[in-house]
């Protein structure tokens, strides 16, 4: 824990300098030889000495306190330091996937008004040509010997800093803005959602608590910003050869080479990049032994792929499967255990996919759907145990508000003034069960609103999905909400041509018929590759599926 009460989540680092200076922090791919792939090792020592140069070089160009910076640069160290750096000096780092497309780039940086720019040349050259930022940015930092389009290099800034120069972290509140991360958009624009020190701290003490993780242990990130929790957590992290843009396509050979050779013993990656993992490690009767845990979130995993997974893995040894977004992670949490002893049969006839029981700390309710704003918590909004509603949660990990976006705050937050405290409304839709367990049945803007009544994703889908020749399925409505045409949008496992899809299409209908949410379906479409997000590969954009839908209607 760190003393004094600090709530700047980069105090871990330093401690953890303190206290295991040799220790490995972070393994980076630099190179690859003729028989291995090349990695770069960094202490704990170095990556604090580091980030603490790089504090001071960052105060002496301006930015410091409360300054939003937009950081654009590949993971690697100067990622990693400059982000610990940004957090020493109690800056505001602006972090964007960009692989969400230049338009949302544009729309995003714009409205969280950066004041600093921190990338690699080809971001400040996309930044020049594109006008990202222009009304704003006043501090421009070049990652590179080189300053490119003015500003400065920041070997240039190093340049000027000794080693061995210490550095004092900022001291934050629990309150203070730590950082912007801007959601995927799979569900409209991204975005930029607030976090706090304090919304920090609390996701790393429930990540340690839930998942039992413990000083010494040894992390293999798929997703970039996971890895900025390890050292809070005591961990050393290896930075996988991959595309972070794409973990769906990623090389499975790459993966558990890295977990192999480290004696990884915990991993994160998407229920895309955990399906291509545990494919192939079936397929070749690959075990990994040195993995206490595996943790896959971003999309309902399905029960074939943790199968797949865990039977790499020693007796006893889970893949989690935690539900949240990226305004409160962790909610739910629920292992591979469960879903496959129990839940997976439930999910298969139409009841959902089970996400665990809330996570301790989380205060989680179910109230009537409603697409209007709620300006204060009443007992009178929660529904009965069993019917869906609209899932709402508060604690210390869930964030307040969206940076210059006061119209989705108000449609996202209900103020708990008997609590002092607010709900965040998740979006998403379920249920409770008697065993006080959470089943998720899919985003509210997904459902489809027939003359009939309303049909939920998640359900319908699972029920299609039970087909061996079908990959992933997605409901979608095509027309006026009271008046939906549903449409179910099949991708196969493999391509297949008009005759066999003809055939499959009769077979999925008869599979339809034996369930009431799934009668009135009965207009099936076949689509070559869903359009998916670019964070996890697996979260389908069904508002771009209901338009090919609609264009493709018999």
Known sequence: MMSGGQANIAAHLPEM??????????????????????????????????????????????????VRTALM??????????????????????????GMGVKNLKV???????????????????RLILGWGKETLKILLTVGKYSFCGGTSLHQ??????????????KTSQEETA???????????????????????????????????????????????????????????????MDFTRPGSVDPVKIITAIQRFKVTTMFGSPALIRQVGSYGQANQIQLPTLKRAISAGAPVPASVLECFTAMLNPGVQVFTPYGATESLPVCSIGSTEILQDTRFATDQGKGVCIGKPVPGIELEIIGISDQPIASWQEELKVACGEIGEIIVKGAQVTRNYYNRPESTQLAKINAPQSGGFYHRMGDL???????????????????????????????EAIFNTHTKVFRSALVGVGEAGQMQP????????????????????????????????????????????????????????????????????
């Open 73 to 98: 640069v590949k993971p690697g160290l100067e990622f990693f330091a400059l982000t610990f750096a940004l957090f020493k000096v109690a800056a505001v780092p602006v972090l964007i996937d960009p």
């Open 430 to 460: 379920g249920y409770r069960d008697q065993q006080g367990r959470i089943w998720f049945c899919g985003r509210k803007a997904h459902r489809v609103c027939t003359a009939q009544g309303t049909l939920f994703t998640i359900p319908c």
């Open 157 to 170: 800034l190093l340049s000027k800093i000794p080693s061995d120069q210490a550095y004092s972290v900022a």
């Open 108 to 126: 995003c940086l714009a409205e969280a008004q950066p004041e600093a720019f921190i990338g690699i040349p080809k971001a400040h050259l996309a």
């Open 487 to 554: 449409v179910i949008c099949i991708e196969l496992e493999n391509a297949a041509d008009p005759a066999a899809q003809a055939t499959i299409r009769q077979e999925l209908l008869a599979i339809g018929q034996n369930y009431p949410i799934t009668q009135e379906l009965r207009t099936i479409l076949f689509h070559p590759a869903f359009p998916v997000d670019i964070r996890h590969n697996a979260k389908i954009f069904r508002e771009k599926l209901a338009i090919w839908a609609q264009e493709n209607l018999p």
């Open 17 to 66: 300098a303190r206290r295991q200076p040799d220790t490995p922090a972070i393994h980076i791919p630099c190179r690859r030889g003729r028989k291995q792939l090349d990695y770069q090792q960094y202490s704990f020592a170095q990556l604090d000495e580091l980030s603490n140069r790089i504090a001071l070089g960052l105060e002496s160009i301006g930015i410091g306190r409360g």
């Open 179 to 241: 950082a912007i991360l801007f959601t995927s958009g799979s569900t409209g624009a991204p975005k930029g959602v607030v976090y706090s020190h304090g919304n920090f701290t609390a996701q790393v003490e429930q990540l340690k608590q839930i998942y039992a993780i413990t000083p010494g242990e040894i992390d293999l990130p798929t997703f970039p910003l996971f890895a900025l929790f390890a050292p809070a957590l005591g961990m050393s992290s290896v930075i996988p050869e």
